[in-house]
């Protein structure tokens, strides 16, 4: 059936006189993704930047001439980045792409000439990254094309992604010391789940507590250095913020000892099941000589269903423990 | 060897050519009426030298292999010259045809009177070719009818994925488009109607399609339409000629883009005056303006502005030869639209992560006032068409060529919702049909369905800062094939290649987006 449909299909376009032929898709398997451009699969048009740019020239246009956005490290799962510069005035189109990642490249029209800057024309979008970028470095590439569909020199942007666990930008900017140990909880269905996390000492993290710090520690004292701190509550109360992960950070080494691990269902929110992981991240030397996280085995995988949720009224399950010496 | 002769069809035929009601065939409900007549045998070559004058009509009539004037020429014919005949010894002819004579005569006690049969209702049309929708004949008695629609489809837009509301990107189904459940029960001046629908087109969902009640003054003719027919409910909108073709009938899936983008639904709320005289068919008709669709049914059904539309058809039907009808219209209408107002808003405060850091940096947080509401208004709305078909039957089967074509001003309600409050122009819609259908016997079926439709003729898009206009017409190639048990089944595939300017391409050029789809689909009647 689908070699007739095909068949079918190829008859008919040549009947009604179809020329090229694009797909409306989402492209949620892509690393960015643009709302209001097109996405067309295939490599990025246009001609590879040359490198050591000083002596390459202006560019053959039509091109990007600049971009301008506010950061240059990207989150995992970033929503929400404005995108904005320039083309050269006879480009009718900006393209974009990570050079790197993806299938293909997203196409967004270009705007009104910006008398400041040479009738140069403006473009702009706003885009969202994917949940699964890889940590790291990443050139993302620009191009535009014109009237005649020609491409020019293409505009290479660097950016990092960052690691989904909270490593201080250590994956971006290795100068920076990632914490000495971070223990992360992670799910993969929209319900309120905490960590909960009991110290050698006694002291229950999760929920109101966000410190391993000892009741009646002082803000500064319990915010940081060996206290491990909750980083943020994932959708609290249902209040569903798509992030689906809590982390202990301990920014230096922790207090010896053993350290019980729970998953508490505070609330289903109507979805039946969650699975979970449960991972510890130890900063250990790295090859160049600076110090990275590094993921150990997971502590934990496992299963609540909705009928586990407890409100907060019980611990949660129990996960096992881990050591500190 | 035997002949079928179909007396009482051929009659109904004989008579329906002399009227002005278009059919393609005899109601069904007469075929099984047919008398089943053992041919003469071969007369012999000597014997039919020396027979008398009269002969040759008597012998003419069983070489005709036409029904309708076999049956008239025998019967005059044979009697005048069985009379003077006083040879002891029959002729093995003319015993033939006394020996068909009393076949008939022992037969027709059983039969009830000709304009008993034709006053029976002939059962409903379950395909486009079974007559036009504008000389319907309304029936006595009570009627329960139905069918159920369930198909597969497949289009080139699904995706395994969730849009941004959360609902479903997935087309490729398995789905019962519609399930219908009918009622009828009509009297000598009076009728009513009552239709449900099922389908699991936007999850499953059960609504009312049809409940209207109507006041009759039939015509004379029983298989003719009424002279003049009050009704008022729920019930079909007279507008053109696809929208009137009823789903169980229509061969194709579908109606077409535009018929689809100026009413959304089959059917409306309001009151009708319909009726044939003669050739002309007419229609007056006020309307809600909120037809009632199959995917979303409790949408419709309130109307938020008090004025209604008005809606008119003047048309025709003919049968100028046995083998050839022809029928058209023109339609109008004129209604108001409705542009919703805003209510009022609180304060509100919004943070945008501008630089993605996860904290609240200067700059990246807005106040948002609040806002008085704003004031709902209405616009107008028109639409005109103009549709014509023609019915042959050829030596294959019967054919169907009809077509279409509209234009309108704001009337998109169904896929381009027009509102020129919010977009300060008025928008002009074109649209256009053309389709043939055409049996190849009584139980296959094969057609081809091109329809246009552009939304907007004044659109435009902007590149680098120079507005364009641009060509917004969605042209669609629908062939189709299918398999039909008369009367009962019919399983059709149909393809629908979609031409448009809905995507962009690597020059910021609207092109064609890839958005093919094709369904099989089971009709069976109920």
Same mark, same amino acid.
């Given at each position: 059936?689908?070699?007739?449909?095909?068949?079918?299909?190829?008859?008919?376009?040549?009947?009604?006189?179809?020329?090229?032929?694009?797909?409306?898709?989402?492209?949620?398997?892509?690393?960015?993704?643009?709302?209001?451009?097109?996405?067309?699969?295939?490599?990025?048009?246009?001609?590879?930047?040359?490198?050591?740019?000083?002596?390459?020239?202006?560019?053959? !246009? %039509?091109?990007?001439?600049?971009?301008?956005?506010?950061?240059?490290? /990207? @989150? &995992?799962?970033? #929503?929400? =980045?404005?995108?904005?510069?320039?083309?050269?005035?006879?480009?009718?189109?900006?393209?974009?792409?990570?050079?790197?990642?993806?299938?293909?490249?997203?196409?967004?029209?270009?705007?009104?000439?910006?008398?400041?800057?040479?009738?140069?024309?403006?473009?702009?979008?706003?885009?969202?990254?994917?949940?699964?970028?890889?940590?790291?470095?990443?050139?993302?590439?620009?191009?535009?094309?014109?009237?005649?569909?020609?491409?020019?020199?293409?505009?290479?942007?660097?950016?990092?992604?960052? !690691? %989904?666990?909270?490593?201080?930008?250590?994956?971006?900017?290795?100068? /920076? @010391? &990632?914490?000495? #140990?971070? =223990?992360?909880?992670?799910?993969?269905?929209?319900?309120?789940?905490?960590?909960?996390?009991?110290?050698?000492?006694?002291?229950?993290?999760?929920?109101?507590?966000?410190?391993?710090?000892?009741?009646?520690?002082?803000?500064?004292?319990?915010?940081?250095?060996?206290?491990?701190?909750?980083?943020?509550?994932?959708?609290?109360?249902?209040?569903?913020?798509?992030?689906?992960?809590?982390?202990?950070?301990?920014?230096?080494?922790?207090?010896?000892?053993?350290?019980?691990?729970?998953?508490?269902?505070?609330?289903?929110?109507?979805?039946?099941?969650?699975?979970?992981?449960?991972?510890?991240?130890? #900063?250990?030397?790295?090859?160049?000589?600076?110090?990275?996280?590094?993921?150990?085995?997971?502590?934990?995988?496992?299963?609540?269903?909705?009928?586990?949720?407890?409100?907060?009224?019980?611990?949660?399950?129990?996960?096992?423990?881990?050591?500190?010496? | 060897?035997?002949?079928?002769?179909?007396?009482?069809?051929?009659?109904?035929?004989?008579?329906?050519?002399?009227?002005?009601?278009?059919?393609?065939?005899?109601?069904?409900?007469?075929?099984?009426?047919?008398?089943?007549?053992?041919?003469?045998?071969?007369?012999?070559?000597?014997?039919?030298?020396?027979?008398?004058?009269?002969?040759?009509?008597?012998?003419?009539?069983?070489?005709?292999?036409?029904?309708?004037?076999?049956?008239?020429?025998?019967?005059?014919?044979?009697?005048?010259?069985?009379?003077?005949?006083?040879?002891?010894?029959?002729?093995?002819?003319?015993?033939?045809?006394?020996?068909?004579?009393?076949?008939?005569?022992?037969?027709?006690?059983?039969?009830?009177?000709?304009?008993?049969?034709?006053?029976?209702?002939?059962?409903?049309?379950?395909?486009?070719?079974?007559?036009?929708?504008?000389?319907?004949?309304?029936?006595?008695?009570?009627?329960?009818?139905?069918?159920?629609?369930?198909?597969?489809?497949?289009?080139?837009?699904?995706?395994?994925?969730?849009?941004?509301?959360?609902?479903?990107?997935?087309?490729?189904?398995?789905?019962?488009?519609?399930?219908?459940?009918?009622?009828?029960?009509?009297?000598?001046?009076?009728?009513?109607?009552?239709?449900?629908?099922?389908?699991?087109?936007?999850?499953?969902?059960?609504?009312?399609?049809?409940?209207?009640?109507?006041?009759?003054?039939?015509?004379?003719?029983?298989?003719?339409?009424?002279?003049?027919?009050?009704?008022?409910?729920?019930?079909?909108?007279?507008?053109?000629?696809?929208?009137?073709?009823?789903?169980?009938?229509?061969?194709?899936?579908?109606?077409?883009?535009?018929?689809?983008?100026?009413?959304?639904?089959?059917?409306?709320?309001?009151?009708?005056?319909?009726?044939?005289?003669?050739?002309?068919?007419?229609?007056?008709?006020?309307?809600?303006?909120?037809?009632?669709?199959?995917?979303?049914?409790?949408?419709?059904?309130?109307?938020?502005?008090?004025?209604?539309?008005?809606?008119?058809?003047?048309?025709?039907?003919?049968?100028?030869?046995?083998?050839?009808?022809?029928?058209?219209?023109?339609?109008?209408?004129?209604?108001?639209?409705?542009?919703?107002?805003?209510?009022?808003?609180?304060?509100?405060?919004?943070?945008?992560?501008?630089?993605?850091?996860?904290?609240?940096?200067?700059?990246?947080?807005?106040?948002?006032?609040?806002?008085?509401?704003?004031?709902?208004?209405?616009?107008?709305?028109?639409?005109?068409?103009?549709?014509?078909?023609?019915?042959?039957?050829?030596?294959?089967?019967?054919?169907?060529?009809?077509?279409?074509?509209?234009?309108?001003?704001?009337?998109?309600?169904?896929?381009?919702?027009?509102?020129?409050?919010?977009?300060?122009?008025?928008?002009?819609?074109?649209?256009?049909?053309?389709?043939?259908?055409?049996?190849?016997?009584?139980?296959?079926?094969?057609?081809?369905?091109?329809?246009?439709?552009?939304?907007?003729?004044?659109?435009?898009?902007?590149?680098?800062?120079?507005?364009?206009?641009?060509?917004?017409?969605?042209?669609?190639?629908?062939?189709?094939?299918?398999?039909?048990?008369?009367?009962?089944?019919?399983?059709?595939?149909?393809?629908?290649?979609?031409?448009?300017?809905?995507?962009?391409?690597?020059?910021?050029?609207?092109?064609?987006?890839?958005?093919?789809?094709?369904?099989?689909?089971?009709?069976?009647?109920?």
């Amino acid at each position: 059936m689908s070699r007739l449909a095909a068949s079918l299909a190829s008859a008919l376009a040549v009947a009604s006189c179809g020329g090229e032929q694009v797909s409306r898709t989402a492209a949620l398997e892509e690393p960015i993704r643009i709302a209001s451009g097109q996405f067309i699969a295939g490599a990025l048009p246009g001609l590879p930047s040359p490198s050591g740019s000083e002596d390459a020239g202006p560019g053959v !246009t %039509p091109l990007v001439s600049d971009v301008q956005v506010l950061t240059n490290t /990207i @989150a &995992p799962g970033m #929503a929400g =980045l404005d995108f904005g510069g320039h083309a050269s005035p006879n480009a009718q189109t900006v393209e974009v792409r990570f050079a790197d990642l993806g299938t293909g490249y997203w196409v967004v029209p270009v705007g009104v000439p910006d008398p400041s800057a040479n009738d140069a024309l403006t473009w702009q979008f706003t885009a969202d990254f994917g949940h699964d970028l890889a940590p790291g470095p990443h050139e993302l590439l620009f191009a535009a094309v014109d009237a005649n569909g020609a491409s020019g020199t293409q505009l290479g942007v660097s950016f990092c992604v960052d !690691t %989904p666990v909270p490593d201080n930008f250590n994956a971006c900017s290795p100068k /920076i @010391a &990632p914490p000495a #140990a971070v =223990l992360s909880l992670t799910w993969n269905t929209a319900v309120d789940l905490d960590l909960i996390v009991r110290t050698p000492s006694g002291v229950t993290v999760g929920g109101k507590n966000v410190t391993t710090a000892a009741p009646g520690s002082s803000v500064k004292a319990a915010s940081g250095g060996s206290n491990g701190v909750l980083d943020h509550d994932s959708n609290r109360n249902c209040a569903i913020d798509g992030i689906q992960r809590e982390d202990i950070v301990w920014q230096t080494t922790p207090a010896a000892g053993a350290y019980g691990v729970w998953a508490d269902l505070f609330g289903a929110c109507g979805r039946p099941a969650v699975n979970f992981i449960a991972t510890l991240w130890i #900063a250990e030397p790295g090859p160049d000589g600076g110090r990275r996280l590094v993921e150990q085995p997971p502590l934990a995988v496992g299963e609540l269903v909705a009928s586990q949720a407890n409100g907060g009224t019980a611990p949660g399950l129990y996960l096992g423990s881990f050591n500190f010496q | 060897m035997s002949r079928r002769i179909p007396l009482v069809a051929s009659l109904a035929l004989a008579t329906a050519t002399q009227s002005s009601v278009v059919r393609a065939e005899p109601p069904p409900a007469v075929q099984p009426d047919d008398v089943e007549i053992p041919a003469p045998p071969p007369a012999p070559e000597s014997t039919a030298a020396p027979t008398s004058p009269a002969t040759p009509a008597t012998t003419a009539a069983p070489a005709s292999t036409s029904a309708s004037t076999a049956v008239p020429a025998l019967a005059p014919a044979s009697a005048p010259a069985l009379a003077p005949t006083p040879a002891p010894t029959p002729d093995p002819e003319l015993a033939a045809l006394r020996a068909r004579l009393d076949a008939l005569e022992a037969k027709s006690p059983s039969e009830p009177a000709h304009p008993l049969v034709r006053s029976d209702p002939p059962g409903p049309p379950t395909t486009s070719f079974d007559g036009s929708p504008w000389s319907r004949v309304w029936g006595r008695g009570l009627q329960i009818g139905g069918y159920v629609q369930a198909q597969y489809q497949h289009s080139q837009l699904s995706e395994n994925q969730l849009d941004a509301n959360g609902s479903p990107l997935n087309q490729n189904r398995l789905l019962v488009r519609r399930a219908r459940l009918r009622v009828d029960r009509g009297w000598d001046y009076a009728a009513a109607t009552v239709e449900v629908d099922g389908n699991n087109n936007n999850g499953v969902a059960f609504g009312l399609r049809r409940a209207e009640g109507s006041l009759l003054l039939r015509s004379s003719d029983p298989l003719a339409p009424p002279l003049l027919a009050f009704s008022a409910g729920l019930s079909d909108i007279p507008f053109g000629y696809e929208l009137m073709d009823p789903n169980r009938s229509r061969v194709f899936l579908e109606r077409t883009t535009s018929s689809r983008a100026f009413f959304p639904g089959d059917n409306d709320f309001g009151a009708r005056l319909t009726g044939a005289v003669g050739y002309f068919r007419y229609a007056v008709a006020v309307l809600d303006g909120t037809p009632v669709p199959d995917s979303e049914p409790a949408s419709a059904g309130f109307d938020a502005t008090s004025e209604k539309d008005i809606m008119a058809r003047l048309g025709a039907e003919a049968q100028p030869r046995d083998d050839l009808g022809v029928g058209g219209g023109v339609s109008f209408v004129r209604g108001t639209g409705f542009h919703a107002g805003t209510p009022a808003t609180k304060d509100s405060f919004q943070w945008r992560d501008l630089n993605g850091n996860g904290a609240v940096d200067a700059g990246e947080t807005v106040a948002l006032p609040g806002s008085a509401s704003t004031p709902s208004s209405t616009f107008s709305r028109w639409a005109l068409g103009v549709d014509i078909q023609i019915r042959a039957k050829t030596p294959i089967g019967r054919s169907l060529l009809y077509g279409e074509a509209y234009v309108g001003s704001n009337y998109d309600r169904g896929l381009f919702v027009a509102d020129p409050v919010a977009t300060g122009i008025d928008l002009r819609e074109v649209g256009w049909y053309v389709a043939f259908l055409q049996e190849i016997t009584p139980y296959a079926v094969i057609g081809l369905r091109v329809d246009a439709y552009n939304p907007n003729g004044d659109s435009t898009t902007q590149r680098a800062g120079t507005v364009f206009p641009v060509d917004q017409t969605i042209t669609t190639w629908s062939p189709m094939v299918g398999l039909v048990l008369p009367n009962r089944a019919r399983f059709v595939f149909q393809y629908d290649h979609v031409a448009d300017h809905e995507g962009l391409d690597a020059r910021g050029v609207p092109t064609d987006l890839r958005n093919d789809q094709w369904a099989l689909r089971l009709q069976v009647e109920l």
